[in-house]
């Protein structure tokens, strides 16, 4: 069975997908970016403007210390 889609279904999937649509509510930042398949990024600023963007109420702190801290955005 082949199921079909149009390039407007499978992007509306994706932006929700991404979190892009509606932002996750403030606990749910782990389970975001595995949504997302992690945050990847050149510069620090980028990860955690991607992160803003997807997060209610996430600052530089909670990124901080998820991965330098406790680690637990950190691959293992």
Aim: glycine content about 4%; some cysteine; charged content about 25%.
């Amino acid at each position: 069975m082949v199921l079909e889609v149009s390039q407007e279904e499978a992007a509306s999937f994706n932006v929700r997908r991404h979190h892009l649509e509606e932002r996750a509510p403030k606990d749910n930042a782990c389970e975001v970016i595995a949504d997302i398949v992690g945050l990847n990024a050149q510069f620090g600023l980028n990860y955690h403007l991607s992160l803003w963007n997807r997060v209610e109420g996430r600052n530089t702190e909670y990124l901080q210390n998820a991965l330098y801290v406790d680690k637990s955005l950190v691959r293992r």
